[in-house]
């Protein structure tokens, strides 16, 4: 026994530490502070209280890593921001272009427009649908506002659209309110001019001008614009109405190709008609 | 000021064993709280000095090996309720700290021990073995690299603690100088 004791006296150093070892190994064998109960609830509670008093005191060290954070986060929601803006307004635009394809009756093919060009005051925009999509020369393109302009070149994957702002256009329109009949051009300003229309007949500004079933190139009953001015020129039987088009051309973005190509039957027996009618002036 | 103002006799109380471990348990008590809810303000990227870590090296210097090792492991029990952590994390690692510390003992010139640059290195000593084995059973559940988080975080803390420690080693030094 004696011994014993002069053995702990000698390794009391060594035997405490690995009683102490030993003992904080059991007490994290045995698990988190929730096992202390209520004990912890309160030492936790105080700090907390603690905390508080002083949270008002400003960290610079930690004021600048959240400022840090806060700017990044404020650029990455910024970023989202302006995405979610864009998607919304893709979304009001892919809407109505849906209620589109609901009224018109004829087949759709939605395209992006990846490009505008202009030369000579002819305005052509590319499209990214083509001959493999089921393009056509000669189809008309549309948006949900409106007439946008006619198919005048096609390759496999891409098409070339005239649009109504171009020195070649010519349409046959009418006054929606009044079926009063004209020849739509444009003459290099913002607007149309509607052509051939006697000063007698009715139109008013703010008139919806839309395609003439006496068209051989359009579908009949799209809009292409709304009457902007009236004006009656002196020595003239005609007056001269400019039309504001009802597309917006400089934010062209998505556009129809509308599944519609002229009645060749028509053409043929117009154009029977035409030569007829030349050879009789001819021959009296 | 006169000694008899004092509500106790600060030489007594110096000498009186029952009376210091009071005082240690007072300081211990200060310190954890002072560790959790100060200590914030002066932490470099989380790392902060181990307030407990230096008081435990001091007990250990001023009363010797096995008070160190047993006031290392209350320390480190206490430092766990007030943390939340697991308990006997804290107290394993301070009673080790303790136990290294406690080699230094000098039980005649104690004091001048502490208010020397060899304070610094004991500290120094017991916080590598403090952080060692704190970030082996901390990173040991983690998909961490031990030796990348023990440099990262474990030297770190040794320096701001070792940093620290130099408080202590100038009042200690200034009382010496007459």
Redesign the interface.
């Known amino acids: 026994m004696q011994r014993f004791i002069e053995f702990v006296v000698r390794f009391?150093?060594y035997i405490?530490?690995c009683t102490?070892?030993v003992?904080?190994?059991?007490?994290?064998?045995?698990?988190?502070?929730s096992q202390?109960g209520g004990?912890?609830a309160v030492?936790?509670g105080s700090?907390g209280w603690?905390?508080s008093i002083?949270a008002w005191?400003p960290?610079p060290?930690?004021l600048k890593s959240e400022n840090v954070a806060l700017r990044e986060l404020n650029l990455q929601l910024s970023v989202e921001a302006a995405r979610g803006r864009q998607a919304m307004v893709e979304n009001v635009t892919l809407r109505k272009m849906l209620e589109l394809r609901k009224v018109v009756d004829k087949k759709l093919l939605a395209a992006d427009v990846i490009g505008k060009t202009t030369t000579q005051l002819r305005n052509f925009a590319t499209i990214n649908k083509g001959k493999s999509d089921g393009v056509k020369d000669g189809m008309t393109v549309i948006t949900d506002a409106g007439l946008v302009g006619i198919v005048t070149g096609v390759s496999d994957h891409y098409a070339v659209i005239q649009l109504l702002l171009n020195r070649d256009t010519k349409i046959a329109a009418k006054v929606q309110r009044t079926r009063v009949d004209g020849i739509l051009a444009w003459e290099g300003e913002t607007t149309l001019l509607l052509k051939n229309v006697p000063t007698s007949y009715d139109v008013q500004a703010g008139d919806v001008i839309i395609t003439s079933n006496y068209s051989t190139r359009f579908p009949e009953n799209i809009v292409i614009g709304r009457v902007a001015r009236v004006e009656d020129e002196r020595n003239s039987l005609f007056r001269r109405i400019l039309v504001e088009p009802a597309v917006n051309f400089p934010t062209l973005e998505q556009v129809f190709i509308v599944d519609y190509t002229p009645e060749l039957e028509r053409l043929a027996l117009e154009r029977m008609v035409d030569d007829k009618q030349r050879a009789r002036g001819a021959n009296p | 000021m006169s000694a008899m103002q004092f509500p106790f006799d600060r030489s007594q109380y110096m000498k009186s064993p029952p009376l210091r471990m009071i005082a240690y348990a007072v300081i211990a008590m200060l310190l954890s709280v002072v560790h959790i809810v100060f200590l914030r303000f002066i932490s470099v990227s989380s790392v902060t000095p181990d307030l407990l870590l230096i008081l435990t090296v001091w007990i250990a210097i001023v009363e010797g090996q096995f008070t160190g090792m047993v006031a290392g492991f209350l320390c480190g029990l206490l430092f766990d309720i007030v943390s939340a952590q697991v308990p006997g994390t804290n107290a394993l690692v301070k009673t080790l700290a303790g136990f290294i510390a406690g080699y230094f003992y000098r039980e005649s010139d104690a004091m001048a021990l502490i208010g020397s640059a060899r304070f610094l290195l004991i500290t120094a000593l017991a916080a590598t073995v403090d952080s060692f084995t704190y970030n082996f059973f901390y990173v040991k559940p983690m998909q961490t690299s031990f030796w990348m988080f023990f440099v990262k975080y474990g030297i770190a803390t040794t320096l701001y603690t070792t940093v620290a420690a130099v408080f202590p080693m100038l009042v200690v030094n200034r009382r010496k100088d007459p």
């Open positions: 009391k150093n405490t530490l102490l070892v003992l904080s190994f059991a007490l994290m064998s045995a698990g988190d502070l202390l004990f912890r030492i936790v700090i603690m905390q002083f005191v960290n060290v930690a």
